[in-house]
T-cell receptor, first 113, second 111 residues
Framework: DGGITQSPKYLFRKEGQNVTLSCEQN?????MYWYRQDPGQGLRLIYY???????QKGDIAEGYSVSREKKESFPLTVTSAQKNPTAFYLC????????????FGPGTRLLVL | EDKVVQSPLSLVVHEGDTVTLNCSYE??????LLWYKQEKKAPTFLFML????IEKKSGRLSSILDKKELFSILNITATQTGDSAIYLC???????????FGGGTRLMVKP
């Protein structure tokens, strides 16, 4: 049963804390992406990775960090430098650099305590 | 800077109505336009359009692209309550496989 999984479904962050959102895919896709979605807004790209051990900043990378040590995994860390982290975070993947159709995970909702 | 604008922002209709959602774009090196449907969580892929004037159809949903006027429309006929969702438009360019998303149209279909 192929797909993209994200965990946790809900995450609570305290002031000054770093938190990590998990994204795993078993679709054998090369490219993976992280988006942020705020209420009433579309998706904004945080980071993307075309291949293992390589990643690039998107439009709103400040306060976030990522790693891509394995093809199937692309975790996102929301650092304490991100002052307004409350949002819905979506992870996506696509087959490779030449194919733009992206498939999404179920998302993680991050709330600040 | 690439820009994708969707209209209307939100729409309320009754079952059986037909709706048209709009997506206009200004991007460098356009390659494709994609439509997604987002219910509670993950956006699900609907269509990808690359050529002007060729309609893509899936059941009651259809979409068409106009590369001269830089827009696309998504039509839904005989709407059902299950069509209630946010519909997202995204544009891909030849610069890579990143997508630029519009703000979405929230559709509510009442029984």
């Amino acid at each position: 049963d192929g797909g993209i999984t994200q965990s946790p479904k809900y995450l609570f962050r305290k002031e000054g804390q770093n938190v990590t959102l998990s994204c795993e895919q078993n679709l054998n896709h090369d490219a993976m992406y992280w988006y942020r979605q705020d209420p009433g807004q579309g998706l904004r790209l945080i980071y993307y990775s075309q291949i293992v051990n390589d990643f690039q900043k998107g439009d709103i990378a400040e306060g976030y960090s990522v790693s891509r040590e394995k093809k199937e995994s692309f975790p996102l860390t929301v650092t304490s430098a991100q002052k307004n982290p409350t949002a819905f975070y979506l992870c996506a993947s696509s087959i490779d650099q030449g194919r733009e159709t992206q498939y999404f995970g179920p998302g993680t909702r991050l709330l600040v305590l | 800077e690439d820009k994708v604008v969707q209209s209307p922002l939100s729409l309320v209709v009754h079952e059986g109505d037909t709706v048209t959602l709009n997506c206009s774009y200004e991007v460098t090196n356009f390659r494709s336009l994609l439509w997604y449907k987002q219910e509670k969580k993950a956006p699900t892929f609907l269509f990808m359009l690359t050529s002007s004037g060729i309609e893509k159809k899936s059941g009651r949903l259809s979409s068409i692209l106009d590369k001269k006027e830089l827009f696309s429309i998504l039509n839904i006929t005989a709407t059902q309550t299950g069509d209630s969702a946010i519909y997202l438009c995204a544009v891909g360019t030849n610069a890579g496989n990143m997508l630029t998303f519009g703000g979405g149209t929230r559709l509510m279909v009442k029984p």
